[in-house]
């Protein structure tokens, strides 16, 4: 497909557990976005990556998240120990370049019991 | 700290009603972009507003950025059951490469 996809669509998971989410980008994007967007609010920013490298990580909430890209294209989400408040849609997002619209993948829906 | 506030947070109208959704912020912003979002899909881009006092037309959707950049209201005209979904606006982040979501307007159209 042309768009950003994302896997798993849902992934339900125990707390303590480890998780990884998946972003492909529209291909030849050099800019990716991750979101996350909780029940009944806007997307909260979490990291851009400009090509391999995470070039804003300032919404990352605490070090139990880190993301990958390391050939630039598909990214990883990584949660380790995952928290009941980590449940949310975790949105993947790709621009042409920096300052380029963002173009949304429909999301992982992430369920910690 | 960056707030951008959407009212209301609820809307629920008849077919054929016109509506307004409002975005404010204390904050100046350089843009400020709309997005729909429909459940289980991504925010799709509407429209980026660029100038204090901007107005731009999309069919039956008119936005208008304030003439001091802070605020912004998305204005619908003839609401169709199509038009239902969670409408964002966004502007640019702490840092000038993410956005800054508002806090959303759930729309329903009733046929």
């Known amino acids: 497909g042309a768009g950003v996809s994302q896997t798993p669509s849902n992934k339900v998971t125990e707390k303590g557990k480890y998780v990884e989410l998946r972003c492909d980008p529209i291909s030849g994007h050099t800019a990716l976005y991750w979101y996350r967007q909780s029940l009944g609010q806007g997307p909260e920013f979490l990291i851009y990556?400009?090509?391999?490298?995470?070039?804003?990580d300032s919404g990352l909430p605490n070090d139990r998240f880190f993301a990958v890209r390391p050939e630039g294209s598909v990214s990883t989400l990584k949660i380790q120990r995952t928290e009941r408040g980590d449940s949310a849609v975790y949105l993947c997002?790709?621009?042409?370049?920096?300052?380029?619209?963002?173009?949304f993948g429909p999301g992982t829906r992430l369920t910690v019991l | 700290t960056q707030l951008l506030e959407q009212s209301p947070q609820f809307l629920s109208i008849q077919e054929g009603e016109n509506l307004t959704v409002y975005c404010n912020s204390s904050?100046?912003?350089?843009?400020l972009q709309w997005y729909r979002q429909e459940p289980g899909e991504g925010p799709v881009l509407l429209v980026t507003?660029?100038?204090?006092?901007e107005v731009k037309k999309l069919k039956r959707l008119t936005f208008q950025f304030g003439d001091a950049r802070k605020d912004s209201s998305l204005h619908i005209t003839a609401a169709q059951p199509g038009d239902t979904g969670l409408y964002l606006c966004?502007?640019?982040?702490?840092?000038?490469?993410?956005?800054?979501f508002g806090t959303g307007t759930r729309l329903t159209v009733i046929p």
């Open positions: 997002a790709s621009s042409l370049d920096t300052l380029f619209e963002q173009f």
């Open positions: 990556f400009q090509g391999t490298g995470a070039a804003d």
């Open positions: 507003v660029v100038t204090g006092g």
């Open positions: 904050s100046v912003f350089s843009s």
């Open positions: 966004a502007g640019e982040g702490t840092g000038a490469n993410n956005l800054f």
